[in-house]
């Protein structure tokens, strides 16, 4: 069961409803119910011990914190911050076993060799659990804001068990901090308004992934798949069109999970803000994935630069560069752990050699640039607040991070660099062959003049309910505002839309969500 | 709240009808027109069928029901369509039942000797029914067939529910049939008319072939369905509709011929009858398996008489509730007479053709390209006067002339005969349409232009280019040219 599946909106509409007709204090209970069901009907039913083994370990590591001996026992802090590390690396570890691929085989492979225990293991060909990259960062970021103080241990291991896995969250997150659900066991009432919301948002989030998304994915898998004759222009194709395919799959399927908590009245993290929007790469990450970049912000972001490492490569800096290089220095170390991290979390060698090294090297250089920059723009008298340069730095954002994710499209880290290497090769004059944007040669990717015109008209839709999301925070303030029945006219446009031009049904393999393999 | 739930039901009950509209659009679609066949039959008045004929294409393309009523009053629905699962059958009548209570069924046979393995033909049935719990009980019945008999891949069974979820995405290709105006269904008959010669002795030949038993699944699902028959209150006949196929498939409906009268039904074999039928072999098959119109007139006739003298069905012809039997008889001849035109490729047969259509409800454009050819006869001449063409005598003449000639609106309305190098041109407006012709010799341009909206009909091949359109619709029925210069007249379509 998908979240894009009409079996996931009969369990929406029935769970909906057991939920506020049940007694007020066994809300937690039921949907605690409702996701264990969830999760039996989505996954692996036995991958469920992963999860209970997560919600243990931590709400051990909580309930020993809390412990009267150890509290404000100076001696015994040792002990909590051991208990504290145990618990984070045997998550760490369970995900690790699981998620690592081909970056990791020689880990693996050292692993079975050491300890046969490992080749029985592998042998069972155990699946990962459902969304482990996204519940194991949670709870460990529970854990460690337990030990840190943030947050009080929860003592109920059942609630915690609903922290950790929440229905719609387990299939690409959010990543959320403790404070952020602790709304799940309050009492909810019944309240229209977020029956309205949470269905225009997830009406919202299909719109983006059956109509756009898996429209533009026939493009972009197409080329790849025969770079020997897609070769020239074709392979820019898929450079400037995936980061579309990417952002729609991605903050669809966060639209419809988003709209399910809030169906339930359960407001979860946002995980996106208009990152095309972006006039500098900095700003695109703390507008994309939000909860992963807040995640490894606050729970390896900020502890490595207070760590004593990082203090004493400050003074040293300080000792022997300028002002300026001085600081650079901790930051950009620090930067490159929270890339690491988070190339780390995304599992495999091409994250971490390829996205990660990319960006953590394009924010330093623009770091390194940006006052030079700035001095430029200065002497040349450019209006910074005016629309176009505004527009300018947007589409220089959007073609750095489009480069970027080059290394996402390849299944490999080998097979990345082939894919860079053809994107050079387009220069060479054989190679040169910018008529297949005028002469039809696109429909030979399998969409037709139709299938455009629906993606330029729902880009379109995407680009005006984007704008409006910037200006008002939520384009529903400003649907709110406006008379009945345009706001039917447009709901009703949107669900016949998705209804009719959505990728689903007999005949359609409805594409996996690009982040449903974390 | 109430003023919200008001408001929910509302937008509820507004979606729901756009969806209801919108799923019947975006419906199945086949060219045998499967679609009509049963929105035609769900449109009918209620209780006024006495008769369904059930069967697959052996009844779809056999039985012409507003012939039948023209012949003998009767109003029979021919509830078939190509390839129908026999098992369906039961589904079928319970959907008659349900929406006409008739008193007699007839059902075909045919199937029995073929096996169902693709969903398609179930999709045929199901996915243009109504949304009963009949049709559930039919979608779980087959599906469960066909996964027991044909095991493969098919579709999940919630979507043969909401075949909605199919069709969606046939949003680029839809036609005027998926608009609800299909007009080559007549209460379930599909019109063909090419035609296969087969020897009647050699045929007939086969109707005595050694009985032999049809496939497990076939039995079973005729003993399900003789089961379900012995628990109906109706007047069940099973038919043979005739047909030129191979001995084989003779002796298995031999075979279940004798099972189907060992259970005390009757069975019409009416290959049997076809000598008094009138059947000719060698002109009223479409192919082994079909009869084409003619013969279909000829089997629809014979019987409409036999229902009527041996079951006694009543008369209706004047009675008012059953106008559309003479509505749609008058669409039928309608369209055979369009179809015969567009099969034409004699030109002496197209001018009689022409000259058959009402000049009010068509329009005929006439442009000549080269020479008007030294191959046109007097005989010729005359029926293009006939169709209200003046002084084309001229046109006999052995020396180059270009002709533009307009027939609409009851008459000629415009005609030119240019001589040697002259061109006749047309540009103007008829009906609302702009229609601009040319007509150029050999050495003055050689070329025939017939542009409507701006848009090119004409053949541009030697000789006298035609346009037929339906005035209705400004449909282009016949775009054909015939090369009037060459002494066989060749047809280029």
């Known amino acids: 069961?998908?979240?894009?599946?009409?079996?996931?909106?009969?369990?929406?509409?029935?769970?909906?409803?057991?939920?506020?007709?049940?007694?007020?204090?066994?809300?937690?209970?039921?949907?605690?119910?409702?996701?264990?069901?969830?999760?039996?009907?989505?996954?692996?039913?036995?991958?469920?011990?992963?999860?209970?083994?997560?919600?243990?370990?931590?709400?051990?590591?909580?309930?020993?914190?809390?412990c009267r001996y150890f509290r404000g026992n100076k001696a015994a802090a040792k002990w909590i911050t051991c208990i504290t590390a145990a618990a984070v690396l045997i998550n760490i570890f369970v995900w690790f076993l699981l998620k690592g691929n081909a970056f990791w085989m020689l880990g693996t492979r050292l692993l079975h060799e050491s300890f046969p225990i490992f080749l029985q293991l592998g042998a069972l060909k155990i699946v990962p659990a459902l969304g482990m990259g996204y519940y194991t960062a949670q709870i460990i970021g529970y854990i460690l804001d337990c030990y840190w103080g943030i947050c009080t241990p929860q003592r109920n291991i059942l609630k915690l068990f609903l922290f950790v896995g929440f229905f719609p969250q387990l299939t690409v997150g959010p990543i959320s901090k403790y404070s952020e659900l602790e709304c799940l066991y309050r009492d909810h009432s019944f309240n229209y308004i977020n029956i309205a919301h949470g269905s225009q948002r997830i009406l919202w989030g299909l719109f983006k992934k059956l109509v756009i998304s898996d429209r533009l994915a026939i493009i972009v898998n197409g080329i790849w798949t025969d770079t020997l004759f897609y070769n020239g222009f074709w392979p820019w194709i898929v450079v400037f069109v995936y980061p579309l395919e990417i952002y729609t799959d991605f903050s669809g399927c966060m639209d419809i999970i988003l709209g399910a908590a809030e169906l339930f009245d359960i407001r979860l993290p946002e995980n996106f803000r208009n990152p095309f929007f972006s006039r500098t790469c900095q700003e695109f990450w703390q507008r994309w994935h939000i909860t992963l970049g807040t995640w490894a912000r606050d729970h390896v972001y900020y502890p490595v630069l207070k760590s004593r490492m990082m203090v004493r490569l400050g003074k040293w800096s300080k000792q022997h560069f300028s002002k300026r290089i001085a600081k650079l220095i901790p930051w950009a170390a620090g930067m490159w752990i929270l890339w690491f991290v988070m190339g780390f979390w995304h599992g495999s060698s091409k994250h971490i050699i390829g996205v990660s090294a990319y960006f953590w090297t394009i924010l330093v250089l623009s770091e390194i640039c940006s006052p030079g920059l700035k001095k430029i723009t200065g002497l040349l008298k450019v209006d910074t607040e005016s629309f176009s340069w505004h527009f300018f730095q947007s589409v220089r954002t959007y073609i750095i991070y489009s480069i970027g994710v080059v290394f996402f499209t390849a299944d490999r880290l080998t097979e990345a660099f082939e894919h860079v290497k053809v994107l050079i090769r387009t220069f060479s004059h054989p190679a040169w062959n910018p008529w297949i944007f005028f002469d039809g040669s696109i429909r030979s990717l399998g969409v037709s003049y139709r299938d455009l015109n629906v993606i330029l008209l729902s880009l379109a839709a995407l680009l005006g309910v984007d704008v409006l999301r910037e200006k008002y925070g939520y384009a529903r303030t400003w649907l709110d505002r406006q008379i009945l029945p345009f706001r039917w006219m447009l709901y009703v446009v949107l669900l016949f839309a998705v209804l009719i031009f959505g990728m689903y049904g007999p005949g359609y393999n409805a594409s996996e969500f690009i982040y449903g393999q974390f | 709240?109430?003023?919200?739930?008001?408001?929910?039901?509302?937008?509820?009950?507004?979606?729901?009808?756009?969806?209801?509209?919108?799923?019947?659009?975006?419906?199945?679609?086949?060219?045998?027109?499967?679609?009509?066949?049963?929105?035609?039959?769900?449109?009918?008045?209620?209780?006024?069928?006495?008769?369904?004929?059930?069967?697959?294409?052996?009844?779809?393309?056999?039985?012409?029901?507003?012939?039948?009523?023209?012949?003998?009053?009767?109003?029979?629905?021919?509830?078939?369509?190509?390839?129908?699962?026999?098992?369906?059958?039961?589904?079928?009548?319970?959907?008659?039942?349900?929406?006409?209570?008739?008193?007699?069924?007839?059902?075909?046979?045919?199937?029995?000797?073929?096996?169902?393995?693709?969903?398609?033909?179930?999709?045929?049935?199901?996915?243009?029914?109504?949304?009963?719990?009949?049709?559930?009980?039919?979608?779980?019945?087959?599906?469960?067939?066909?996964?027991?008999?044909?095991?493969?891949?098919?579709?999940?069974?919630?979507?043969?529910?909401?075949?909605?979820?199919?069709?969606?995405?046939?949003?680029?290709?839809?036609?005027?049939?998926?608009?609800?105006?299909?007009?080559?269904?007549?209460?379930?008959?599909?019109?063909?008319?090419?035609?296969?010669?087969?020897?009647?002795?050699?045929?007939?030949?086969?109707?005595?072939?050694?009985?032999?038993?049809?496939?497990?699944?076939?039995?079973?699902?005729?003993?399900?369905?003789?089961?379900?028959?012995?628990?109906?209150?109706?007047?069940?006949?099973?038919?043979?509709?005739?047909?030129?196929?191979?001995?084989?498939?003779?002796?298995?409906?031999?075979?279940?011929?004798?099972?189907?009268?060992?259970?005390?039904?009757?069975?019409?074999?009416?290959?049997?009858?076809?000598?008094?039928?009138?059947?000719?072999?060698?002109?009223?098959?479409?192919?082994?398996?079909?009869?084409?119109?003619?013969?279909?007139?000829?089997?629809?006739?014979?019987?409409?008489?036999?229902?009527?003298?041996?079951?006694?069905?009543?008369?209706?012809?004047?009675?008012?509730?059953?106008?559309?039997?003479?509505?749609?008889?008058?669409?039928?001849?309608?369209?055979?007479?369009?179809?015969?035109?567009?099969?034409?490729?004699?030109?002496?047969?197209?001018?009689?053709?022409?000259?058959?259509?009402?000049?009010?409800?068509?329009?005929?454009?006439?442009?000549?390209?080269?020479?008007?050819?030294?191959?046109?006869?007097?005989?010729?001449?005359?029926?293009l006067e006939t169709l209200g063409l003046k002084n084309t005598d001229i046109l006999l003449e052995h020396s180059y002339h270009s002709f533009v000639g307009i027939i609409a609106n009851g008459g000629v309305i415009y005609q030119h005969i240019g001589n040697g190098e002259e061109p006749s041109h047309y540009a103007g407006v008829i009906n609302g349409q702009t229609i601009s012709m040319n007509s150029m010799t050999f050495k003055g341009g050689n070329n025939a232009s017939i542009k409507l909206g701006g848009n090119e009909y004409a053949k541009n091949t030697r000789g006298m280019n035609f346009v037929v359109i339906d005035n209705k619709d400004s449909r282009i029925l016949d775009s054909v040219a015939f090369d009037t210069h060459v002494s066989e007249i060749t047809c280029t379509r």
């Open chain 2, 1 to 383: 709240m109430k003023r919200r739930l008001l408001k929910f039901v509302s937008f509820m009950a507004m979606t729901g009808i756009i969806f209801y509209h919108v799923s019947r659009v975006l419906g199945y679609y086949d060219n045998i027109h499967s679609a009509a066949v049963f929105s035609q039959f769900y449109d009918l008045p209620s209780e006024t069928v006495d008769a369904v004929w059930i069967g697959a294409s052996s009844v779809q393309e056999f039985i012409i029901p507003p012939v039948m009523f023209e012949e003998t009053g009767i109003a029979l629905y021919s509830l078939a369509v190509g390839n129908e699962p026999f098992m369906a059958s039961e589904f079928l009548i319970r959907e008659c039942e349900r929406e006409q209570d008739p008193s007699v069924y007839l059902v075909d046979i045919r199937q029995l000797a073929y096996t169902t393995q693709d969903d398609t033909y179930v999709r045929r049935i199901t996915d243009n029914g109504k949304w009963t719990v009949n049709r559930l009980n039919a979608i779980r019945y087959m599906l469960n067939n066909l996964e027991f008999y044909h095991p493969g891949e098919y579709d999940a069974e919630i979507d043969y529910i909401f075949p909605f979820t199919k069709y969606h995405t046939r949003w680029g290709e839809l036609k005027s049939e998926d608009f609800g105006k299909d007009d080559n269904c007549f209460f379930g008959y599909f019109m063909r008319i090419n035609r296969q010669s087969f020897n009647e002795a050699e045929v007939r030949s086969r109707f005595d072939a050694i009985p032999q038993k049809p496939s497990e699944e076939s039995l079973m699902y005729l003993n399900d369905f003789l089961d379900f028959c012995d628990t109906l209150d109706k007047k069940i006949i099973f038919t043979r509709t005739p047909n030129c196929l191979d001995e084989n498939k003779f002796a298995q409906y031999n075979y279940i011929q004798e099972v189907i009268e060992e259970r005390g039904y009757e069975v019409w074999d009416l290959n049997q009858d076809t000598y008094e039928m009138g059947i000719d072999y060698a002109k009223d098959f479409a192919d082994s398996m079909h009869t084409n119109v003619y013969g279909a007139q000829k089997v629809s006739k014979y019987a409409a008489v036999k229902l009527s003298e041996e079951l006694g069905l009543p008369d209706h012809r004047n009675d008012s509730r059953y106008a559309c039997y003479g509505t749609m008889q008058e669409k039928f001849l309608e369209r055979l007479g369009e179809m015969e035109l567009t099969a034409t490729t004699d030109f002496n047969r197209y001018l009689d053709r022409l000259i058959a259509l009402d000049k009010n409800e068509y329009s005929v454009y006439i442009a000549v390209k080269d020479i008007q050819g030294y191959s046109l006869t007097q005989k010729m001449i005359k029926k």
């Open chain 1, 1 to 66: 069961m998908t979240v894009t599946s009409y079996r996931f909106f009969v369990f929406l509409f029935i769970g909906a409803a057991v939920y506020y007709t049940a007694p007020k204090r066994m809300q937690w209970v039921i949907l605690l119910c409702l996701s264990v069901v969830y999760y039996f009907l989505a996954a692996t039913p036995y991958t469920i011990l992963f999860l209970i083994l997560s919600t243990v370990t931590a709400y051990t590591a909580g309930i020993l914190m809390e």
